[in-house]
């Protein structure tokens, strides 16, 4: 099968054309794919990266009944869906005659126990909300890397730190907890999302004063508003040159993590392995360096690892936890999904 795959996030366009030999071309967005259209030729099928899916737990073949099932749910994650449903569009245009799937962060969080995703209000809004959990394309590409390369571990914690972040809780390659929620707004400290907050001061905000709150924790908070920058390169960088505000957003991203991780750990009863993936867990061994020191009470220690190759072990002599660092493959992920459910359609 050769697959066209289109994963929209908040800060960057991935597109990729795989098949099952791993011969693979990547782009940095639909505009340069498009660019490179013969690329296309002879794809069989199209993957798109969709954050939202509801209630679904498998891919669907987008038609027109899905696309507007899609549209429903745009509100629940601003900064995604509709670039996703656009991209939908301008592919579905272009590859009439082959099936296009959605493929979706929520579906991998479906075995989530009842407790842990349910709120504590009405019954008549639990019904309408509840805990989804996101990135788990990729929290589930981390997990089935981590079983090769460690297959004795059965309690795995992914911390996808990218645009969004969020931290994962496998049990036996499982999802049994994760820091978002309802929507990709919830958990941890991101580009320029909020993370938690106390339901109370969004009430306060509601009441007295006339932001638009929804712009303001989607686009204006987070690191953006800890210190001016979304970009955590830039982050680190100005942290190193006495910057107050720099140093304050790292503490407070740090901070945010390691009290969430702890609930996950509890979740979990203790870990085996600690995954690390996303634009940020990749790349930054400054970062890595940051939260594992905060990590050592539950046996993290790592090496000070400075390249990003997919599959590193970071973990240390005396480490009760192995540590790894494995590249974000929503893609993969998606080859993997859409090959199942086209055995299954066949
Ligand atoms: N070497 C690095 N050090 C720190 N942060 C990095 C590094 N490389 C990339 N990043 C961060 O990774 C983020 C992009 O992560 P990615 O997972 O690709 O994003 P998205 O959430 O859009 O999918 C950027 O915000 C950038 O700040
Ligand atoms: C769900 C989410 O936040 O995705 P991304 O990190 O790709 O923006
Ligand atoms: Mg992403």
């Known amino acids: 099968m050769r697959l066209?795959?289109?994963n929209a996030g908040s800060t960057s366009t991935k597109v990729s054309v795989l098949d099952e030999t791993g011969d693979e071309q990547s782009y940095h967005s639909l505009d340069a794919a498009i660019v490179d259209i013969n690329a296309w030729s002879g794809v069989d099928a199209v993957a798109h990266r969709v954050v939202h899916g509801g209630e679904r737990t498998e891919p669907v073949v987008i038609d027109d009944a899905v696309r507007v099932e899609l549209t429903e749910l745009a509100d629940l994650a601003p900064l995604h869906q509709m670039p996703s449903l656009e991209a939908i569009d301008v592919c579905r245009g272009r590859l009439p005659s082959v099936p296009h799937f959605a493929c979706f962060d929520t579906s991998f969080h479906a075995?989530?126990?009842v407790a842990a995703r349910t709120y504590a209000v009405p019954q008549r809004l639990r019904e309408r909300i509840r805990v989804y959990g996101f990135h788990g394309?990729?929290?589930a590409w981390a997990g089935a890397r981590v079983s090769e390369l460690a297959p004795e571990a059965e309690r795995v914690l992914v911390a996808h730190l990218g645009g969004g972040g969020s931290l994962c809780g496998l049990l036996s390659g499982r999802s049994v907890t994760t820091t978002m929620g309802f929507t990709p707004l919830d958990g941890l400290v991101m580009a320029t999302r909020s993370g938690s907050l106390d339901p109370g001061a969004l009430l306060w905000l509601a009441r007295?004063?006339?932001e638009d709150l929804d712009h303001v924790l989607e686009r204006e908070s987070g690191l953006l508003g800890l210190c001016g920058t979304a970009d955590m390169r830039e982050v680190l960088r100005r942290a190193q040159t006495d910057d107050t505000a720099a140093e304050l957003a790292l503490e407070v991203y740090v901070?945010?993590?390691v009290r969430l991780l702890g609930?996950?750990?509890?979740d979990l009863e203790g870990i085996d392995a600690l995954v690390f993936t996303g634009g940020i867990g990749e790349n930054s061994a400054p970062l890595r360096a940051l939260i594992c020191d905060r990590l050592r009470w539950l046996g993290v220690k790592i090496v000070a690892h400075r390249d990003s190759?997919?599959?590193s072990e970071l973990t240390a002599v005396g480490a009760t936890?192995?540590?790894?660092l494995v590249h974000a493959r929503e893609d993969r992920q998606m080859f993997t999904e859409v090959a199942r459910s086209l055995r299954t359609l066949a």
Do not use: E
Not at 263 to 266: I, M, Q, R, S
Not at 321 to 324: D, G, I, N, P, Q
């Open 255 to 257: 901070g945010r993590l």
């Open 309 to 311: 190759v997919d599959g």
């Open 111 to 113: 075995t989530i126990p």
């Open 137 to 139: 394309l990729s929290h």
């Open 263 to 266: 609930g996950c750990v509890a």
């Open 321 to 324: 936890v192995r540590t790894f």
């Open 4 to 6: 066209l795959t289109v």
């Open 208 to 210: 007295h004063t006339d």
